[in-house]
Each structure stands twice: as structure tokens, then as C-alpha cells.
């Protein structure tokens, strides 16, 4: 009797056990992709955070960023930041409580080995696991970088310097800047408080003012306006020299720097950045819709393509009011009921706003013959044996200009250097072409933005580099300007480059 | 008897220790390898310090094999190597996660052995045991009651089944439910004839004597009143199950399993209806993704680890296991989910499966009907605790704190656990002396 139940008995748990199977088979195989997708599932995140992240290094493999493990955390491995603030904006932080910024968001996959052409590689991608991390090669130069850190001297601004014929961010630097390693702590309170410090500094230093940020271009911007017009209908033409200009409706006339009388030919122009020819240009001979569309084929308008997060579009007016009639109310004429603002946003001013990496993709533009190239500050991405696995291409994003204007606008800028606003960047043995911008922020505010955007390279080639530095207007420095400020600073960066110093 | 046949010759490779030793072996190597792979892995919680203990621990197992030889030398062969493998995985699991716990696990798993030895030596024969069977009852309901007391009884997460032993804490509710099974097989041996027998009809039903029935329900009432003032979910639906269990072995009476999952499906109402926690667990049980970051976070957790496992695991020593709250203990089958996949959480039940099997064909070998019960209640508690705990942590039932036998961190579960496989044992070895007397012993009578 008792045998019989014993048997019975055993069947009830043999069920039960069958049930317990097919329960573990549906979780561990038919529903795991669900629930590893589930937005409450942290899983990810901490595994994350308990193996080792790949490194950051520059090109000329300085640590940016890397992985140490430590024992006495919550997680296994703690990230470290050897250069703190110096590559904040680029290569970002990547905290348990924070989230992650710059390239630690980008190329997050690749860092943490979820890549697909990292998991193809090694024995843990069969059985599901993440694959090995991968190095992540900046392509900026860590002795550029630390130079344009030095030369900021802590004045707010960016220095922004490119490789015209790829794209590739040579470096670029932000003061305010933060310190990354505040932010990474495993110390969950205390990475927080510091966020929330960071977050109500002055200077919002965790915003990359480089390319998250957009100010006035001032007259850096006159090398648009004169791309626009050698790029249309009416080509190349000379200005009478006026000292003041009044713009068809316009109630206030625009004058040039210190009253002087200029015009000329676009290099002239551009040499002695002359507000009141480049105004008469836009106004009665470019039009809106020209100068628009040649903004817009330098970037503006659309958030400039970039591997990193936050790039801000840069600013020009699509729209300057309708186009006047004749006084029968017969013929159309060349005046918009905007045409003042047409006018001034020739010079980089009134609704005209571009971040440090815009003005530095003109010159760019400029210098690589017309093309545009996207910014990028990866080079690329390797194994820990330093076979490359990723490469990122060089792309053309916008044709800004004819070959034929890039290199007359190239002519004009290096005019700039040899005898114009941009003078100091006069480099012995050194092909430069400049030109500078100095924006007022306005009649009631004291203080300029100090630009200067540009080139250079060898004598007799493309050139190598291009670059623009922004020194933010600053009330209590009321004598900023392109020439005195930033052109100093990017003289030595030019230099720096060229292994003069 | 058909359904298990016993041992065959019992002598040289077929002989039951021999069989034993190389399952053993199998278990060991077993469990060393699984050593290996932590110690291997990229990232690993094992440290050296723990491989002396982890030598412990395969000695202790090799050692239990000849004091088996010694004292139950025609025992079933596979349980021992069963529960070693269970034990060697359990504990590198253990040592992955806490290396501090793991040193204790071999203390308890040193101490579990010893009690297995003790039981071997000082129970020649588990029928006696059926004469003393209301001493047993007292000492399981003291036992039950120990947590209570003031001063020794201690709380832990909100369940008051501790007791204070100054340098360590036990469960005395582990050894109660041994003890109370050995009381629930003598009273139902001598009394199963009058519990069968009905004396009345009542709606249709045929009711035997209630006063048969009394003492076994009152134990039932105290066992459970006790239980739940200890807020001990899991041990409550263990003894309630053990109970029922018991009652229809004795009887083979379906009634009184319909009669005991009535009365527990009242209980549960009424406990939802009266305790916060267990509505809190019921709730956890439904839908834990719902509040995954409070009441469900544990279920959830545990869900998150095997998906993470897959088929064949994240590799021992690779997965993220640590973030389930009481990993060690109540979760651990997650655990050997995340890092052993699939194939190994199957392994793992499979495991308990031979030993459940193995412990029912103790049973029915057996000839003394008390032995037979103790040997099928044991076996079936222990089978009934794993798919309670596990179908808790992959949300079959709600979630009840109870450990899974022999592979969870816990002194008093895992020293109980080896008096349960040492009590298995003798009854199997006595058994196979009773054959090779010609079956012809007294005790088939009956004890009454």
C-alpha cells in the first residue's frame, strides 16, 4: 500500500521537476532576449562597470582614458583620467550614476567589447559574452592639445585645429572646462554632489563650448560672404571705398573699424576686413538667397556632423523679408524689407551665430579646395594586439565652394597674413592664410569675442592645417580683439605644429 | 517492486561502494573543475585562500565513502555521489561570491559530516527510533519553539528562526522537521490501520475516528502557529506539505490530500489577508517587473541573471550574480543559472531528480513499513524544499526563504541535510541485510 502511494508520490514530483525545466528553459533561452531588454534590466550597465573598459589614447598615445582594477569599490574596475580636464570635452566620463559624455558615450561599444567586429573575435563571443575592449585612438595630439590649453591661459574661449583634407580634430580645447575624474567616482553621492556643483558653475564647464556652444563670428565670417559672392551670378568685383555704408532701408549706417575708408577687390577687403564693402556686397549684389545657401553649403544651419554628442547648429537667416517693388509697384528691385539685417549679417553679426568648430570647418573648407570634410576626433579603433579594427573614413559632408573660389578665398586670407588684421600669424618659412574677427556684443555690453580662423602649410602644397580660436568677449578685458588676442594664440599653435618652438 | 530493481551482484565492480567510489570521483572532478574555471576566469572573487578549503571539502566527501564502507557497506550507491556533486558545486559557488562565507561552508560541511558519520554509528537501526516516537515529537516542538525565546532567539530579515549560539547562529527548524518526520512516520505506523478504516459517513465522504486524527493535528496546528509567528513562510509550507505527504503515504487516501490542499488554500487566503509580507510576496510573484526597483527586485533580479546565463552560461566567475539580494543562500540556483547557463541549472535539478529517485527506491526497498516512511517522507520533503525554493526564484510560486538542500550557504541546512542522506543510507543498508536474510524478518509483520 505504501509502495503504491511512494510511486504516485514520485510521479507528483517528476512533474513538479518538469516544470521547473520548462520554466528555466524559458527564461534562460525562448524569453531571455526580452528580459535582458527589459528597461528595468541594469544588468548591462554593471557588467559594464565589473570588466575592464578599453583605453582612450591619443594619436601619439598619450593615456586619455583607462581602466584600473581596484578592491575595495562597489565595481571591479574604476575608470582613471591621467590628463583630467584636458580631454573633458573630448574624450568625456563614463560614471555608474551620471551616465557618459564625449567618446565614452560615442564609442561606447566599442570600449566595453560589445562591438560586433569585437565579439567575432575571441572565445567569449561564442558563449555570448562580450567580446575583448577595444582601444579607441583619438586622433588629436596631445602636445597640440596641451598647447592650446596653455594658450588660452584660462580665458574663456575654444581652440579648435583640423586636418582640412579628412576632418580629423587635431585638438580642441574649452576653458570652462571640469575635471572627469569627479564625475567617474564610484562614490555615487559624491559623483552626484559634484555634478550638481559642476551644473551651477559659472561658465557651464561641462558644456564643450568647442561645438555645443554658438557665438558671434564677427568678421571671421566675411570669408562666407565672399565665398558667396565669387561662388554667384555676379563673380568677382571691386567695392568703391566708403567709410559708411547705409543699407537700402536702412536707418543707421555701418562703419568700419576706427572710421578708416576702404573697398577694393575681395583681397583687399579681406585684408583690411572692410565692414562697409562686405555690407554693400550681401546687400546689393550677393542677395539672401546666395548668401543662404553658401552658409548653409559651409554647415551652417544643420547640426554639423561629428562623433560626439551636442553638436549645435550654427545660425544664418533663411528668411530677409519680401522683396521690394519699384515705386509704380511694377518691377521687383534688389531690396528685401530685411535688407539691413542682410547687410550686417555679412559681418557675422545681428542673427549670425557659429560655434568654434563651425568657423574651423570654413577654414577647413577653404583650405581642402572647397570640400567640406566632417569633423571627427577618433582616428580609430584596435584590438589590444594593435591590429585595427575600425577605421573611421574621411567623408565629404557639403561642398562649400567651386575649387576655383577656395583657392581665391586661399589668396585672400594669406593676403591677411602678409599685410592685413592678421599680420602676427607671419610665420618665417610657413604659408599662412588668416583672417579675424572681432564681434561686439553689443551697444550696451562692454567687450568682444576675439576670432581668428585659418590655415596653414608648406610652401607650394595644400595646406595642412586648419584652425579657429575663440576668446570669449570678457567685459573686464574691453580691448579684446582678433588681431591682439587670438591671432597671438594661434601663431604659436601654428608654430607648435610645425615643430618651430 | 518492478519500477526499481536492486543493486545486482554485490561484489567486485559491481559491488554498491564500488559504484559509489567512481561516482564520487566523477563528483569531484566535477566540482575541481569548476574550481579550475573560476580561478581561470578573466575577473574572478576566488581567491587562493580558498583552494585549502575546497581540498577540504573533496576529502570530507572522500572520507564519508569509507565511513560508509565501514558502517552501511550494501547501501545505495548513487545518493553519496549525488550529493557531492550538489555540495562541490554549491560550494565553489559559494566561494565565488564570499570568500568569507565559503570558509565557514567547509566548517559546516566538515561538521555536516561528522553528524552523517554520527548518525551511521550511534543509529544502527532506524525502526527503533519508531518506539520513542512522542519523545520525538517533544524535542521537534522544543526545537520549533527555540527562536521564540528570549535572549537565544535572534531575527534576521524579519524572520524569527535564529538561535544565538554565541559565536554562530543556527536554524533549529531544519533539524525539528527530521525529528518531526521520524514522529509523523511512528504515529501513522501504528495508527495508519485506524486512520483508513472509516467509522462514519458524512456528506457522502467516509470519516474515520477523529480521535486518531487529534494528536496529529495538533501537532500540525502547533508546528504551523509556531512557524508563522517565526513569520517563516517557506518552513510552513514544507511541514504543511510533509504533513499531507505523510498522511497519504500511510494511507494511500487521496481524501486527505484533497482534505490538506482545501485546508491550504484556506490558510493562504487567510495568511494574504493577514500579513503584509506575504502580500508583498504574492504581488513580487504576479508581476515582478512591475516594481523591479522594491518588492520585485529580487524575483526580478534572479530573472535578469539566467537570461543573462543563456544556454550555456556566462562562464563561472563571469556573470554580474552579486547584485540578487541573499545570493548565497535563498538565490543561489540563480546564480548557477547566470554562470552555468541553462545546461547547468538543468544539471543541477537533474541532480536533485537522482536523488529523489534514489531516495523513493530506498523506500520501496525497505521493508520495514516505518522505515518506509521515514525513507519516502525524507526524500519527498527534501524533493518538495527544492521545487519550492526554486519554483520561487523562477517565479513558479511566490518567493518563500527556504534553502536549496545542500548547494545554498547555511550550517543548520546543510548539517540536517547530511542527517537526512545519513538516515537514507542506514535504511538502505539495512534493507539489503534484510534480503540477504531471506526477507524473513519480523518486522515485515508490521510493528502492531
Redesign the interface.
Known sequence: ???????R??MV??V??S???V???R???L???D??N?P??G?SI??DF???RGPILTIDGTIVADST?VFDSAF?YQRQYPEAELYAHTAGYYSFNLGASGVEKTYNDWLSGRSAALRLSGL?SF???AGEPGTVVLSIDHRLQEAAQELLAGREGSVVLLQPSTGAVLAMYSENTFDPRLLANHDGAAAVAASAELNDAPGNPRRPAAFSDNFFPGSSFKVVTAAALLDGDVGAIDVPPSAEYFAPLASRPIGNSGGTLCGGSIDDMIASSCNTGFARLAAEFIGPEQMSDTAEGFGFNDPLPFDLAGSVAAVYPTDFGDRLRDPEGENLVGVYADSPVLAQSALGQNNVSASPLQMAVVAAAVANGGEAMSPHVVHEVRKADGSVVHTVESDVFSTATSPETALALQLAMRGAVLDGTARGLAIDGIDVGAKTGTAQLGEDEAGSHAWVIGFAGDPGFPPEIAFAVHVKANPEVPDQSGSRTAVPIARELVAQYFGLT | MALFTPVGPEDGLHHPRTVEMGLLVGAGLLTAGAFGLAALANRSDTPPAVLPFLGLVLLLLGTAHFMVRRLAPSAEPTLLPVVGFLNGLGYVMIARLDEDFAARQSVWTLVGLVAFTATLIVVPSIRRLADFRYLLALGGLILLLLPLLPYIGVEIRGARIWVNMRFFTIQPGEFAKVVLTLFLAGYLVDKRELLTVSTRRFAGINIPDLRHFAPLALALAIAILVMVAERDLGSSLLFFTLFVVMMYLATSRVAYVIGGLVSFIAGSVLSYQMFSHVQRRVTAWLDPFSDANDSGFQVAEASFAMADGGLVGTGLGEGTPGVIPAVTTDMIFAAIGEEFGLLGAAGVLVAFLLFVGAGFRVALDAVDPFEKLVAGGLTALLGFQVFVIVGGVVRILPLTGVTLPFVSYGGSSLVANYVILAILIRISDSAAKDRSHGGADKTLLGTS
Open positions: 500500500m505504501i509502495d503504491k502511494s511512494l510511486r508520490l514520485l514530483l517528476v513538479c521537476f516544470v521547473l525545466l520554466q528555466i528553459s527564461i534562460q533561452v524569453d531571455a532576449e528580459l535582458r527589459n528595468e534590466n544588468r554593471l557588467r565589473n570588466q575592464r582594477e571591479t567569449n558563449l555570448g559574452g
